[in-house]
C-alpha cells in the first residue's frame, strides 16, 4: 500500500469566545472602524431579527427564518464583498444583504408575501433568495462562469446551510467550480441544524469543508462567530477567485439560536441546555469586549447605537405596513418579457376580481 | 442550395447566432469535440473556441442550474441536454429557478435560455431515449415550448427560441433529424414563435400535430384525400403557449377536429387542446374532438414502440369515424 494523496483541514479563528486574540490580527482587522462598522450592523441585524418575529407573531409577517446567533457570518460575509461581485444567497442573509444595496423594508415585503421585496432598486445583479435546498450554488457557477467569460475582475459568492451540503448540486457546484476554475467562492453556513435534522445526523464527514477535497478545491474551517475570522477568510478567499480564479469553500461554524423559522418549534428536537452552553460564543458580545478592551466602543456609543438601530427599524416597520398591495393582475405581468396573447385573457379575469384580503 | 436535415439546420442555426452574438454559449455534454451524440453541434467547437462550446461534466442538474446562473448574467446559453430521459434531474431548475426568475424578481432579473434536447420514440434507442413528456413543460407557467417537424422550422425556430428574452424549451424529434431534407437558407431569419404552421389547406377536418406526428398526420391527409377527406393539417411548433386563435378558425371551417401526439393520452396537450376547442367552437363542431396518442404506459422498448407510436392507420380510422358521424 501507498499513500497517493493527503489533504488537511485549516481552521481559522483570531478572536476567542473570551474576546481573546488567538492570532495576530490580519491587517483589515487593524482599522478599527472596519470592526466598530460590523459591529453596528450585527447590532443592527439582530435588532431587525428580533423585530421580524414579532411582527410575525402579531400576523403581521409571514414565515420568517431568524438569523440569531449567526449574524457574524452574514455580516462578515457582506462586508468582505466588493460591490461589483455576485451574492447568490439561500434565505437566512439579512446581514449581507443590507450591505448590497437592499433595503431592510424590501425584505421584509418578501416575507410578508410579496414578490417586490426581490425588486431591489439599488442592486441589479445579485440573484434573489433560494427557497429550495442547495439549488443555488450552481447559478454561482454559472454567473463566474458569465464573469470569466466577460473578463470582469469580480467573483462570486453564494452560501448556503450545512443541510444544502447533502444535496447532489452542491457538490455538482464546486466540481465544475473546480475543473472550470471558476471565480466562486462557496459559503457555507453550519449552524448546526437543518430544521430537525442535526449536524451529525446529516453526513459522517468530519467536516462539511472536507466535501470540497472531493471536488478538486480547497477547504476550510472559520469559527463563524468570530466576524474578524469570517471577513478575514472571505476576503482571502474573494482575492483569490477575482485574481487567480480559484475556488474555496469555507465552513462556518456557528449556532442558531432560534427555531429554523418562525413556524418551527425546536423545542421537540433541540437537546435542553445547548442553545444557552452555545450562547457564550455567540458573536455580537464577543465583539463588543473586544472593541471594549481596544478602547473604542463605550457604554453611551451602545446607547446612541439602540436607539439609532431602533428608529431606522420603526421607520422601516411603518414603510412595510403602508406598502400597499401589488395589483392582483401583477401575477401576470412579469411572468415573460411580453405577455403571450394566450393568458390575455387569464390576467383580464384576475384583474377583475382584484385583491381578495385574507379573512 | 444543397438540402440538409433538421439536426444540419439545428447546427446552421447554432452557427449562425453564435457568430451574430458573442453571448450565445453552447454547453452540454459531448458537445464539443464528438459534437454531441446526434452531431448537432458539430464544428462549433473549431469555429468558436471552447469557450463558446462547452463540454460539461455529467450531471444535468448542474448543466441546468449552470445555465440558469450564466442566462441572469448575461450570457445567452443554449444547454443540450442529450435525450429528454435525462432532462429529469434538471427539472428543479428549470420550474423552480429558470421559468420564475423574471417574475420572482418583478423584472430585475431574467432568464434568456434555451433547453434543448432530442425527444420522442422510434429510432431504437434504449430505454429512457424515447420519452414525449412535453406536457410537463407545458404546464409550467414562464416558459415556452417549441417543436420544430422539418429543417427550415428547425432553423427558423430555433433562431427565434435563442433570440426569445424567456427560457424556451426546445423539443427537437430524434426520429425527424435525419428523415427529410430541405433547403435551408442561412439567412438568419427567425420563424414566429407562439404560432401555428397550416401545413396542408383543407376543408372536411382539422388535424392538430407537432414534432415527429407531423410525419404520419400529412402522410395520414394524403391517404385521406385519395378517399375523399380533404384534411387541414396544423403543426403547433408552438405548444406553450398555444395560438389557438389559428386552431379555432381552422375548426370553425372544417367542423371537425383530431389531435395526434406521441406523449401519454392523459393530461397530454391534446386535452388541453380539446378543451379550448370545446369551450370556444361548440357550436362550429359536428362531431366530437378525437385525440389519437400515445398510450397511458411507458414508452416501450425499441421492439414495441411501432406498436405504441400512432400510426397513418389509426389516425386515418378515427377521421373516417368523425367523418361518419350524424
Known sequence: MKVVARFEVPYYQYLDENSQLTEKLPTFAKDADSLAAMYRLMTLVRLFDTKAIALQRTGKLGTYPSIRGQEAVFVGVGHAMHKEDIFVPYYRDVGVVIQRGVNLSDILLYWGGDERGNCYANNKQDFPYSVPVGSQPLHASGAAVALKYHKKKAAVLTICGDGATSQGDFYEAMNVAGVWKLPVVFVVCNNQWAISVSRGAQTAAQTLAQKAIAAGIPGEQVDGNDIIAVHHRVEMALKKAREQHEPVLLEMLCYRQSDHTTADDARRYEPPKIREQEWKKEPIMRLRRYLEQIGVWSEDQEQALLAECEHNINQTVEDYLHTPPQPAESMFDYLYATLPKAYQEQRELVKKIGVVHHG | ?326
Open chain 2, 1 to 326: 442550395m444543397a438540402e440538409i436535415t433538421l439536426v444540419e439546420a439545428i447546427t446552421q442555426a447554432l452557427a449562425y447566432e453564435m457568430q451574430a452574438d458573442p453571448n450565445v454559449i453552447v454547453l452540454g455534454e459531448d458537445v464539443g469535440k464528438d459534437g454531441g451524440v446526434f452531431r448537432a453541434t458539430l464544428g462549433l467547437l473549431d469555429k468558436f473556441g471552447p469557450d463558446r462550446v462547452r463540454d460539461t461534466p455529467l450531471a444535468e442538474s448542474m448543466i441546468g442550474g449552470l445555465a440558469v446562473g450564466m442566462a441572469v448574467q448575461g450570457l445567452k446559453p443554449v444547454a443540450e441536454f442529450q435525450f429528454m430521459g435525462f432532462i429529469y434531474p434538471a427539472v428543479d431548475q428549470i420550474i423552480n429557478h429558470a421559468a420564475r426568475m423574471r417574475n420572482r424578481t418583478r423584472g430585475r432579473l431574467s432568464c434568456p435560455v434555451v433547453f434543448r434536447t432530442p425527444y420522442g420514440a422510434g429510432i431504437h434507442a434504449p430505454e429512457h431515449h424515447s420519452e414525449s413528456t412535453e406536457a410537463i413543460f407545458a404546464h409550467t407557467p414562464g416558459l415556452r415550448v417549441v417543436i420544430p417537424s422539418s429543417p427550415r422550422r428547425a432553423y427558423g425556430l430555433l433562431l427565434a427560441a435563442i433570440r426569445d428574452p424567456d427560457p424556451v424549451i426546445f423539443l427537437e424529434p430524434s426520429r425527424l433529424y435525419r428523415w427529410a431534407k430541405q433547403e435551408v437558407p442561412d439567412d438568419g431569419k427567425a420563424l414566429p414563435l407562439d404560432t401555428c404552421f397550416t401545413l396542408r389547406v383543407g376543408t372536411d377536418v382539422t388535424l392538430v400535430t407537432w414534432g415527429a406526428m407531423v410525419k404520419e398526420t400529412l402522410e395520414a391527409a394524403s391517404k385521406l384525400a385519395e378517399e375523399g377527406v380533404n384534411a387541414e393539417v396544423i403543426d403547433v411548433a408552438t405548444i406553450k403557449p398555444l395560438d389557438m386563435d389559428t386552431i379555432l378558425a381552422s375548426v370553425e371551417k372544417t367542423g371537425r377536429c383530431v389531435i395526434v401526439h406521441e406523449a401519454p393520452r392523459t393530461c397530454g396537450m391534446g386535452a388541453e387542446i380539446a378543451a379550448e376547442v370545446s369551450e370556444k367552437a361548440l357550436l362550429s363542431l359536428q362531431a366530437p374532438v378525437k385525440r389519437v396518442t400515445g398510450y397511458d404506459t411507458v414508452v416501450p422498448y425499441a421492439r414495441l414502440e411501432k406498436s405504441y407510436i400512432p400510426s397513418v392507420e389509426r389516425i386515418r380510422e378515427v377521421v373516417h369515424l368523425i367523418m361518419e358521424f350524424a
